[in-house]
């Protein structure tokens, strides 16, 4: 029988959760991998031949289509609060494109048997109203019966083509902005782990239900040279493939990183660290050089991010116009530059 919906707490249903349930890159790469010769379509501007965070095909006008998947397990017990977040997840990714979206529809995978439609229809409720703060409609869906609750969004968006916005366009010397801090996934397995400290828990739920919509903007701005958001692979991933696109490497000053509370370190010696992150460093470690505090360095720039923030490269004549963007949008503690993009060199990433 289902369980009550009033003593249900999502995270004890399913084994991953949120961006952490992600395959690793290293996997990703060989489940993606193709002997077949796919025909060539000279209207798709991007597709699987670049590590993106969305399709886009070129509609003959001026502008293209923007096309993306987003799902995952619950990071969170609220059911509202958890498809709030799956839902500005899956949006992320149009921004992250420079895009407009205009179109989602819902995928729900649901334990029948276990958890009572009741919370369900919670889940698809956080939706709507996080589709509604984007201007867009949630349009439908499918849904299925699963062994654990399963919930996100396909999106559609609209953008320039003028606009198009890629992680692997950087330029040598670009400025690197974040504008969500960082540690989500150490919040989320610590309140698993019961040591969740008092006043930080709802910090976490409360940073992933932001829209990126700043991103839309950003499309706009043609020095800004590649945009991407950080998600589960963590800022090192993500920034990895920036820069391996790009044919470069990059600098990261871990003091300018913003962290979604001081205590990390805190929680990292505590043990609190998904194990996403050391499937991202299984993954990517070797890429990158640290020179400060190894242990804490990886732990948070590898740290499993869901919703997490957009990672913009911008050149240094371009930085005026998005400090002024960043700050229309309330982004004013997202104004320092978190490092640089550089010459190739012999690692991907320098951690300083």
Not at 8 to 31: D, F, V
């Amino acid at each position: 029988m289902p369980e009550p919906a009033g003593k249900i707490r999502l995270t004890q249903y399913s084994h991953g959760a949120g961006c952490g349930c992600k395959i690793s890159p290293m996997l990703l790469e060989k489940i993606l991998h193709s002997n077949f010769a796919m025909p060539d379509n000279d209207k798709l501007i991007v597709g699987n031949h670049s590590k993106d965070d969305a399709a886009v095909l070129d509609l003959g006008n001026g502008t293209a289509l923007i096309s993306t998947t987003d799902f995952f397990m619950p990071i969170v017990d609220d059911p509202f609060e958890f498809g709030r977040i799956a839902s500005a997840n899956a949006i992320s990714d149009v921004y992250a494109m420079g895009g407009k979206p205009v179109l989602a529809i819902a995928i729900l995978g649901w334990p029948i048997n276990v958890l009572p439609p009741e919370v369900a229809q919670l889940v698809i409720e956080g939706s709507r109203s996080i589709c509604k703060e984007a201007g867009i409609p949630l349009a439908g869906g499918h849904s299925i019966d699963s062994p654990e609750p399963i919930f996100g969004l396909a999106v559609n968006g609209l953008v320039s083509t003028s606009s198009i916005k890629q992680n692997n366009t950087a330029r040598e010397g670009d400025h690197l902005f974040l504008t969500k801090r960082l540690g989500v996934g150490i919040l989320t397995t610590a309140e698993k782990k019961g040591i969740l400290k008092e006043g930080h828990e709802h910090i976490a739920a409360e940073q992933m239900m932001q829209l990126n919509s700043v991103g839309e903007r950003l499309g706009n701005i043609s020095t800004v040279n590649a945009m991407t958001d950080v998600t589960g692979f963590g800022l090192l991933g993500h920034l990895i493939e920036m820069a391996e696109g790009s044919g470069l490497s990059a600098e990261v000053n871990l003091k300018t990183i913003p962290l979604i509370t001081p205590d990390l370190a805190d929680y990292i010696n505590m043990k609190a660290v998904p194990g996403g992150t050391n499937r991202n460093l299984d993954s990517y470690g070797s890429k990158c050089r640290i020179h400060v505090d190894e242990t804490l360095a990886r732990s948070i720039l590898a740290d499993p991010q869901t919703s997490g923030g957009l990672l913009i490269s911008v050149s240094t004549k371009g930085l005026n116009e998005v400090r002024a963007l960043l700050t229309e949008f309330e982004l004013t503690d997202f104004l320092t530059p978190i490092g640089r993009i550089t010459s190739k060199g012999e690692f991907v990433i320098e951690v300083r």
